[in-house]
């Protein structure tokens, strides 16, 4: 895979405001599993190979097991998940595909009954920042150099 531009490179304020978002997220109250879990799944969705290899390994060293990361691209056939884990990972598909469907008025309601508001609030900012990651990434063939 030939590389592209690097956008850190040529517009390095638009890698700042991104990183000033990562760093409110490094704020929220959502533990550092449900953050990763979001990462990655939205990750293998875009097929950003990239932040897929990069989030693996930050769950990895935050605890997470080899066996809930492989299985999490069934995530909903697995019982490896809790019921706040699946909400949110279906929130992370919904929203990830959201010219599918969008967040559905069911995956709302069952974010509700499990989250408060504000908690809502920095799932969708985590799901929108990896997402914007993702395009990054796959638009301009990053990768890992050995």
């Not at 490179?9 to 959502?30: I, Q, R, V, W």
């Not at 875009?46 to 930050?58: P, R, V």
């Not at 992370?92 to 408060?116: P, Q, S, V």
């Amino acid at each position: 895979m030939k590389k592209r531009i690097r956008i850190n490179e040529l517009e390095p304020e638009s890698y700042k405001a991104m990183f000033g978002l990562e760093k409110y997220l490094g704020s929220t109250s959502l533990n550092k599993s449900l953050k990763e879990l979001i990462k990655i799944r939205a990750s293998q969705i875009n097929g950003c190979a990239y932040c897929i290899e990069l989030h693996t390994k930050d769950a990895l060293k935050n605890g997470e097991s080899n066996r809930r990361i492989f299985a999490l691209s069934a995530w909903w056939e697995s019982p490896l998940f809790n019921e706040k884990e699946k909400v949110v990972l279906k929130m992370t598909e919904e929203i990830t595909r959201i010219a599918d469907n969008g967040l559905t008025e069911k995956t709302y309601e069952e974010a509700k009954m499990n989250f408060n508001d504000n908690e809502i609030a920095q799932i969708i900012m985590q799901i929108s920042v990896i997402n914007t990651w993702n395009r990054i990434a796959v638009s301009t063939h990053m990768y890992h150099e050995e």
